[in-house]
Protein backbone atom coordinates (compact mmCIF):
# COMPACT_ATOMS: atom_id res chain seq x y z
CA UNK A 1 0.00 0.00 0.00
CA UNK A 2 2.57 2.66 0.93
CA UNK A 3 4.58 1.81 -2.64
CA UNK A 4 1.53 2.55 -4.46
CA UNK A 5 1.22 5.53 -2.41
CA UNK A 6 4.80 6.70 -2.97
CA UNK A 7 4.24 6.16 -6.55
CA UNK A 8 1.51 8.89 -6.58
CA UNK A 9 3.84 11.11 -4.11
CA UNK A 10 6.44 9.94 -6.89
CA UNK A 11 4.08 11.34 -9.86
CA UNK A 12 2.38 13.88 -8.13
CA UNK A 13 4.71 15.30 -5.25
CA UNK A 14 6.54 17.85 -6.53
CA UNK A 15 5.27 21.17 -5.15
CA UNK A 16 7.91 22.88 -7.76
CA UNK A 17 6.43 22.34 -10.92
CA UNK A 18 2.56 21.99 -9.82
CA UNK A 19 0.40 23.84 -12.38
CA UNK A 20 -0.62 26.73 -11.24
CA UNK A 21 -4.18 25.49 -10.67
CA UNK A 22 -2.72 23.11 -8.30
CA UNK A 23 -0.59 25.30 -6.36
CA UNK A 24 -3.79 27.78 -5.71
CA UNK A 25 -5.42 24.63 -3.61
CA UNK A 26 -2.54 24.91 -0.78
CA UNK A 27 -3.40 26.35 2.55
CA UNK A 28 -2.55 25.27 5.88
CA UNK A 29 -3.14 22.16 6.97
CA UNK A 30 -5.69 22.29 9.79
CA UNK A 31 -7.60 24.29 7.18
CA UNK A 32 -7.63 21.82 4.39
CA UNK A 33 -7.70 18.80 7.02
CA UNK A 34 -10.62 20.98 8.66
CA UNK A 35 -12.65 20.91 5.01
CA UNK A 36 -12.25 17.72 3.81
CA UNK A 37 -13.18 16.25 7.26
CA UNK A 38 -16.38 18.59 7.23
CA UNK A 39 -17.64 18.79 3.64
CA UNK A 40 -16.60 15.53 2.36
CA UNK A 41 -16.61 13.03 5.82
CA UNK A 42 -12.87 11.97 4.82
CA UNK A 43 -10.20 10.54 6.96
CA UNK A 44 -6.72 9.74 7.14
CA UNK A 45 -6.61 6.17 5.81
CA UNK A 46 -2.35 6.22 4.70
CA UNK A 47 0.83 8.45 4.45
CA UNK A 48 4.38 8.34 4.43
CA UNK A 49 7.36 10.50 4.29
CA UNK A 50 8.63 12.12 0.99
CA UNK A 51 12.30 13.10 0.20
CA UNK A 52 11.92 16.41 -1.20
CA UNK A 53 15.47 19.02 -2.52
CA UNK A 54 14.32 21.34 0.61
CA UNK A 55 13.74 18.46 3.33
CA UNK A 56 11.24 16.34 3.29
CA UNK A 57 7.39 16.42 2.98
CA UNK A 58 4.66 14.24 3.90
CA UNK A 59 1.88 12.31 1.56
CA UNK A 60 -1.23 11.84 3.20
CA UNK A 61 -4.15 9.70 1.46
CA UNK A 62 -7.56 10.71 2.77
CA UNK A 63 -10.40 8.80 2.07
CA UNK A 64 -14.39 8.52 2.59
CA UNK A 65 -16.10 4.97 2.83
CA UNK A 66 -19.50 6.74 3.13
CA UNK A 67 -18.90 9.54 -0.60
CA UNK A 68 -16.13 7.26 -2.12
CA UNK A 69 -14.49 10.77 -2.58
CA UNK A 70 -10.59 10.49 -1.91
CA UNK A 71 -8.12 13.41 -1.71
CA UNK A 72 -3.82 12.95 -2.00
CA UNK A 73 -2.42 16.23 0.60
CA UNK A 74 1.21 16.89 0.23
CA UNK A 75 2.56 18.56 3.74
CA UNK A 76 5.45 20.49 3.68
CA UNK A 77 7.26 21.17 6.87
CA UNK A 78 6.28 24.59 7.60
CA UNK A 79 2.47 22.78 7.94
CA UNK A 80 1.31 24.12 4.22
CA UNK A 81 -0.70 21.27 2.38
CA UNK A 82 -1.58 21.34 -1.23
CA UNK A 83 -3.94 19.06 -2.53
CA UNK A 84 -2.09 17.25 -5.44
CA UNK A 85 -4.81 15.01 -6.61
CA UNK A 86 -8.75 14.14 -5.67
CA UNK A 87 -11.07 11.85 -7.43
CA UNK A 88 -14.67 9.94 -6.50
CA UNK A 89 -15.22 6.42 -6.75
CA UNK A 90 -12.09 5.43 -4.21
CA UNK A 91 -11.55 1.76 -3.72
CA UNK A 92 -9.00 -0.56 -1.72
CA UNK A 93 -7.40 -2.82 -3.84
CA UNK A 94 -6.05 -6.33 -2.73
CA UNK A 95 -2.87 -7.49 -2.80
CA UNK A 96 -1.79 -10.54 -5.18
CA UNK A 97 0.88 -12.32 -3.49
CA UNK A 98 3.55 -12.96 -5.82
CA UNK A 99 4.91 -16.31 -6.33
CA UNK A 100 8.21 -17.38 -5.27
CA UNK A 101 8.13 -21.23 -6.66
CA UNK A 102 8.50 -21.36 -10.29
CA UNK A 103 8.22 -25.25 -11.52
CA UNK A 104 11.15 -26.83 -13.73
Same mark, same amino acid.
Given at each position: ?40 ? #??? @???? +?????? /?? %?? *? ?5 ? #??? @???? +?????? /?? %?? *? ?21
Amino acid at each position: MFKRLMGIGTTFGMVALMSPAVAQSCADRDAVIGKLQEKYS #EQL @TAGG +LQPMHR /GQ %SM *IELWVSA #ETG @TFTV +LLTDAN /GV %SC *IVAAGTDYFQATPVPRKTDIPS
